[in-house]
């Protein structure tokens, strides 16, 4: 109840408190006076008197306050009796926005009950953490938001435990720690961090306290030993990390840790090696990690097979240090695959102890290892080994003979441990009090010092127990709070004969221990025994009959003459199975509101029931208990022990009579009688009560009458009270045991009744003891319980655990669904706290055919299709087939015609089809969706003949808005079509298309790669598989790759010879004809800029595209922009520079567009929509009016966006021609391919760049023997100066640039050496003017 309100209730303030405590009292008189205010702030104020659930949280001393908001807790550490101060620290706590400090208990509570929560790791007396704090409750609300609970601990153990430094902030999910490794101080940080770990779907790194604190804490872990600088080892993390959610699902751990000495401490040397554990024992993977379905397959099966773990020598030593016993089966080397060997057969007997073995607490594994082996003097192999507490012992007898190995491990000289108090835990201790008449257990708490001590104190006492006949044992196990009702621990027990007696004194005095012990020992059996109330409380726990007697102290003669009688009676009553004990303790009896005493009280099943008769009749009281105990009498209630039983049982049965010497009412509680013992194996108890008002009050106005309550509701029983087996129908039909608000709890005799009569039936199998995650499933569950009742499914649940085995479950919680009629029910096997998820899968077990998979119509798949990183995978089928399986349909359409028997053949033959179909998809939908795949389907053929889709059914995957269609869909396997997919979303296949849908993508689609080939064909199998490696990176630089199995379209674009592969550019196809094997030469050729570009139109490219061409383009002009939010403004700009786009390229710029505003601001650019020009890596921005062509192209032409300091640029003709037009002194360094010389020159030549600079010269190169020519120059390669398009040529060493830095300072300052071809051709030009003029002038006159 409590931690239902915790999880429901915003604001929470709980007292606990011990009703037997004085100031507890005082408190609670206090507190009352605030109950009002609370209400009227929203918090609600409630008290609880368990010591069990304040040991929960860490609580030892009560009373104490605890607060929680939000399920949070904060414990209140004032004085509780100033009601004021309490009340102004609860408001306080629900005005202010503070990180809550926990405790230690609190922090485990809290990470076993929540998903997520990040815990600040701090140190109250340090000035670091407190100025953290501070900034971090600025994100404190964020967080809330998000879900994210955020709480702090000062606690130096805990911090040493995990092995922190502080402050410190661990994010933990599902239990699996996360170590923050940022600035702390940097609050903004810290939340994107907490918001990516909240949402990323990774694996979790921890430190080596961490996996040791996982491991200690968790029964099933597994930890990835790797390298984070290794590739291959990323390679297999990326790899193992599509199993998380599965391995979650199954209750298994999933970590990393990269710690080389923790590695080594396990015996790892080669990494990366998987290890799983489970409760503590390793055991380690020997398969190819980088396969996660045979890894998973691998984990599942250590989960729910007893195997015995294999174990390196660091592991067993670790094992044999750490654990009290370990039996260890060295095989020494053997080979696994001979299945005949030895070594294997007498594993395959020791895997069949594995659970006997379990239950007496001996941890098993075996090793192939020698090493250990050899120090502890194992000299043959195969050989069985004992370890207890680290002494090993060697087993002599037969390995072939499993019954003989069983009883020399568990044999009680094997186990005994010599002057040390034996651990156990709940079974062992369980199958002790069967076997031992006495039996003293040591409750206690393994953290707690105080027990420790106590421990060390017992010990002394182990051996004279043992002498007198007495099992001295100790338990620590977590279970046994709930088994055993003990408060405070520790605790120490005497049981004899099952019967426990609680020490009363001080347990550090080990001589009054045994004095007690010895005394209780001798004390005579035929005794009734003195007990109190924790060990009535036992008692009652334990035991289905048991009389008490209820006296006080001040009663004398009386009471004793009455216990001497009950006495003479007690071996009578233990014979017939009744214990009989006294107790002057009368807090039970109160709560029963009994009032005088002495009394006698008889409890069945827990349920009292008072003797009214004269208790110095002992034949009287022998007969009445007798009659309760064998005829199963109907206990009689009080209002009172109606109202609490009401309150607190599952399921209560109530006969109202009128006395007994009516003849009705008598007849109706024999009949209940003889149904008593059948109701109870329900869970159903029949108890009785003689009150006419509260008969009314329940709508029984003629006695007698039945009602059955079922959590605090009633229904009327309304049919004949002389007829047992309708009054048994009527209380176990499945419809009156089950609510629709919440799942109801059942017993195996329940629910065998259920499967006979509910036609549909969900069970939820889970532990209220050995399962920590089924509290938050059937919260989750019962969300849908209500959908369920809906639809016509019953839901329920019940604990237990054989009776789950023999449906074939290995894991708890688990999910069934029963058909009626069926032997055999369906597991669910998806994530239990997805209720949506579960209702639809229940919807489709119900009805194969109806509506569990979504369907949607052409236009919103469409939609869902366009969607950046959508996963879709769409069933297309065709209605009017699939509707011939609907019965009512099908009736009418009988009707209106008769059918010839080919076409109701044909006609069953769909409707099978389709049910068929659906049925293998829904079963494989829950375990796609998962791993990120939406799974759809549509009877719109109209769209689907749009994406090329004709024939059907058909299953079609689409990725990034990519097709791929399954072949073959009719005859497929589930297992096939769930690997088809998975390639899919991994992409680790190329899809496959049909023609209709290659046409659709060709219209769609810039960039597509299509691999043409035909079956059968070895070559086209081979290059596919090579093609497929370079699939995903196409994917990064936006180029689609489809196949096609097509040879009649090949033939369409001249296609001969498989395979071939088209590059197609907005639909211009582009033959490969190159090595199809070398795919790294295919993924060259695919991205090579010349096959790239698109005529007439600037290319849309993606990040990965554009980094590459910002590496490796000189001249690259791009246009960010945003699609979504840019409208007619961005389609003006688009055609502007569309204009110029042909002319950039001529003056070798590229030109791209990038419609991704995410994009833009990786690279630096922050305002949309913006041009910008790379040179070499940096961006300049351009400032003018992108709607003017002109001022465009004169901006990427010009000196300022075309040179660079430091570097020699690149030129064309048409660059280099402009540049000569528009600068006086321009030097050109003529170059070829092919030439090593060049490259060693120009280096040298980018030593006096800046020089060149400073002189205002602009120095650039141009890869162009035949424009070289041009200018004179035949031989490369070489320098040419030109001064206002003058040109002078280098005649000197190339070599040296310093000599060539000397020779450009003398043309830049003097007049330019003309050579003497430019001599000649001056004086000829002046010649010719001169002659023009004499004769213009002379011949004139």
Not at 452 to 476: H, P, R, T, W, Y
Not at 524 to 534: A, K, M, N, S, Y
Not at 619 to 641: C, G, I, K, N
Not at 962 to 986: C, F, G, P
Request: with cysteine.
């Amino acid at each position: 109840m409590l931690d239902r309100l915790i999880l429901e209730s915003k604001y929470l303030a709980v007292l606990f408190y011990s009703e037997d405590q004085k100031e507890s009292r005082e408190v609670l008189v206090e507190l009352e006076n605030i109950d009002d205010e609370c209400d009227a702030k929203g918090i609600n104020f409630v008290k609880i008197d368990d010591l069990a659930e304040a040991a929960e949280y860490g609580i030892d001393n009560t009373p104490q306050l605890v607060y929680f908001e939000n399920s949070i807790p904060s414990m209140y550490e004032g004085n509780l009796m100033k009601e004021e101060d309490v009340l102004t620290w609860l408001i306080q706590q629900t005005e202010t926005d503070e990180i809550e400090d926990v405790t230690d208990e609190m922090l485990e509570k809290l990470i076993n009950n929540n998903r997520e929560i990040a815990v600040l790791f701090y140190d109250k007396d340090q000035r670091k953490s407190q100025k953290i704090i501070q900034e971090l409750e600025q994100i404190d609300q964020e967080c809330d938001k998000h879900g994210i609970i955020f709480v702090k601990i000062s606690d130096e153990g805990k911090v040493k435990e995990l092995g922190l430094q502080v402050p410190a902030l661990i994010y933990f999910e599902s239990k699996v720690p996360h170590l923050f490794e940022g600035d702390l101080s940097d609050e903004d940080s810290v939340l994107k961090w907490l918001l990516h770990q909240l949402h990323a779907d990774e694996i979790e790194e921890v430190t080596d306290e961490m996996l040791d604190q996982l491991i200690e804490k968790n029964p099933y872990v597994a930890a990835l030993f790797y390298d984070k600088d290794d590739k291959q080892d990323l390679k297999i993390l990326s790899s193992l990390e599509n199993i998380d959610d599965e391995c979650d699902s199954h209750g298994i751990l999933f970590v990393k840790i990269d710690d080389d000495n923790e590695a080594k401490e396990y015996g790892l040397e080669n990494l990366p090696v998987l290890i799983y554990f489970e409760n503590k024992v390793p055991s380690i993977y020997e398969g190819d990690l980088s396969v996660e379905e045979n890894v998973l397959k691998w984990l599942v099966e250590q989960r729910n097979t007893d195997t015995i773990e294999e174990v390196t020598d660091e592991m067993l030593e670790k094992l044999v240090n750490t654990h009290t016993y370990v039996a260890v089966y060295f095989s020494g080397p053997c080979d696994e695959s001979d299945a005949e060997s030895s070594c294997t057969s007498i594993l395959a007997e020791l895997e069949s102890l594995d659970d006997d073995t379990d239950e007496a607490g001996i941890q098993m594994v075996t090793t192939e290892e020698e090493i250990f082996g050899k120090k502890i003097g194992v000299k043959s192999y195969p050989s069985l080994v004992m370890f207890r507490n680290s002494d090993p012992l060697f087993f002599k007898g037969s390995l072939t003979d499993e019954d003989e190995m069983l009883a020399w491990l568990t044999d009680e000289t094997t186990l005994e441990l010599p002057d040390r108090i034996e651990e156990v835990n709940l079974k062992m201790l369980q199958r002790l009090l069967d076997q031992q008449e006495h039996v003293v257990v040591f409750f206690y708490n393994a953290e707690d010092k105080k027990s420790q001590k106590i421990l060390q104190q017992l010990e002394n006492i182990d051996d004279e127990a043992d002498n007198e006949g007495m099992a001295f044992v100790k338990i620590s196990d977590s279970d046994m709070l709930r088994e055993y009702d003990l408060n405070p621990l520790p605790a120490l027990v005497y049981f004899r004969a099952k019967f426990p007696r609680i020490y009363p004194g001080d347990m550090h005095k080990e001589s009054n221990v045994l004095q007690w012990l010895l005394q209780l020992k001798k004390t005579p059996t035929d005794l009734i025994e003195e007990v109190d109330r924790r060990t009535l409380r036992m008692l009652l726990d334990e035991m289905d009959h048991v009389g008490v007697f209820f006296y006080e102290d001040t009663c004398t003669k009386l009471c004793v003459d009455i216990l001497h009688d009950l006495e003479t009676i007690d071996d009578e009553a233990e014979e017939e199975g009744i214990q009989m004990v006294k107790t002057t303790d009368l807090t039970v009896a109160e709560e029963l509101s009994i009032k005088e005493f002495p009394t006698l009280v008889y409890y069945q099943g827990g349920i009292p029931s008072l003797f009214k008769g004269d208790l110095e009749n002992q034949e009287e009281v022998y007969a009445w208990l007798v009659y309760q105990r064998h005829f199963e009498a109907l206990p009689e209630l009080t209002r009172s022990d109606l109202d609490d039983l009401i309150g607190d049982s599952d399921y209560l049965s109530v006969l109202f009579f009128s006395n007994y010497s009516d003849t009705a009412s008598a007849r109706a509680l024999r009949r209940a009688c003889i149904i008593a013992e059948d109701a109870a194996e329900f869970g159903i108890p029949i108890a009785k009560m003689g009150d006419p008002i509260i008969a009314k009050k329940y709508g029984v106005r003629d006695l007698p009458g039945l009602i059955l309550f079922r959590r605090g509701r009633h229904i009327k029983y309304d049919e004949s009270m002389e007829d047992e087996e309708e009054m048994l129908d009527f209380l176990t039909a499945p419809e009156n045991m089950i609510l629709n608000d919440q799942i109801e709890v059942v017993n195996s005799k329940m629910l065998a009744r259920m499967r006979d009569m509910t036609e549909h039936l969900l069970v939820l199998f889970f532990s209220e003891t050995e399962c920590k995650q089924c509290e938050r499933v059937v919260t989750a569950l019962e969300e849908i319980d209500d959908d369920a009742a809906e639809i016509g499914v019953n839901f329920v649940r019940i604990d237990d655990w054989s009776l789950a085995k023999s449906f074939g479950v290995h894991a708890l919680p688990a999910l069934l669904y029963f058909r009626l009629g069926s032997d055999e029910p369906v597991i669910y096997a998806g994530d239990l706290r997805a209720p949506s998820k579960i209702l639809e899968w229940i919807m489709m077990r119900k009805d194969p055919t109806g509506v569990a998979m979504a369907e949607v119509n052409g236009e919103a798949l469409d939609d869902l299709i366009k969607l950046e990183d959508s996963a879709i995978v769409v069933y297309f089928y065709n209605k009017s087939h699939c509707s011939a399986c609907e019965p009512e349909k099908h009736s009418r359409k009988r009707k209106q015609t008769d059918e010839d028997p080919e076409v109701e053949a044909n006609r069953l033959l769909l409707c099978t089809q389709c049910t068929n179909i659906m049925i293998k998809l829904e079963n494989v939908d829950d375990e796609v969706a998962r791993r990120g795949v939406t799974f759809l389907r549509t009877g719109d053929l109209s769209f689907a003949s749009t994406q090329g889709v004709n024939e059907y059914p058909a299953l079609v995957y689409f990725g990034n808005g990519v097709a791929s269609v399954y072949e073959n869909l009719v005859d497929a396997e589930e297992d096939d079509i769930r690997h088809w997919i998975m390639e899919h979303k991994t992409d680790e296949r190329i899809e496959m298309v049909t023609r209709g849908m290659l046409d659709q993508l060709l219209i769609d689609v810039h960039y597509l790669a299509v691999f043409f080939y035909k079956q059968p064909c070895r070559a086209c199998d081979t290059i596919l598989m090579e093609l497929e490696k370079i699939d995903d990176d196409c994917d990064m630089y936006g180029i689609s790759m489809v196949k096609i199995n097509d040879p009649a379209l090949a033939k369409r674009y001249g296609i001969t010879s498989f395979p071939a592969l088209l590059f197609f550019r907005n639909g211009n196809p582009l033959l490969f004809e190159g090595d199809m094997k070398d795919e790294e030469s295919v993924l060259e050729w695919l991205t090579d800029d010349n096959n790239r570009e698109l005529d007439d139109e600037i290319e849309s490219v993606n990040q990965k595209m554009l980094e590459r061409l910002v590496d490796k383009s000189p001249f690259l002009a791009v246009f960010f922009y945003d699609d979504s939010d840019c409208g007619d403004e961005c389609e003006g700009m688009l055609a502007s520079l569309e204009t110029v786009d042909d002319e950039a390229d001529e003056f070798g710029i590229d030109m791209v567009k990038v419609p991704e505003g995410e994009v833009a601001q990786d690279f630096g650019i922050m305002s949309l929509p913006t041009l910008a020009y790379f040179r070499r890596g940096t961006a300049l921005i351009f400032e003018g009016d992108l709607l003017d062509p002109n001022q465009i192209i004169a901006w990427l032409t010009s000196n300022e966006a075309f040179q660079l300091p430091g570097e020699i640029e690149e030129v064309n003709r048409r660059m280099l021609e402009k540049l000569l037009d528009d600068n006086d002194y321009v030097c050109v360094y003529f170059y070829e391919e092919d030439c090593t010389k060049c490259e060693e020159i120009l280096l040298e030549l980018e030593r006096i760049d800046s020089e060149t600079d400073n002189l205002d010269i602009l120095f650039v190169r141009i890869k162009d023997a035949k424009y070289a020519k041009k200018w004179g120059v035949s031989k490369l390669p070489a320098i040419v100066y030109f001064r206002r398009k003058f040109p002078s040529i280098y005649r000197g060493d190339l070599a040296d640039e310093l000599v060539i830095l000397d020779w450009l300072q003398k043309n830049r300052y003097k007049q330019p050496e003309l050579n003497l071809f430019m001599f000649s051709l001056a004086s000829l030009s002046l010649a010719f003017i001169i002659y023009t003029v004499f004769i213009l002038v002379c011949l004139k006159d």
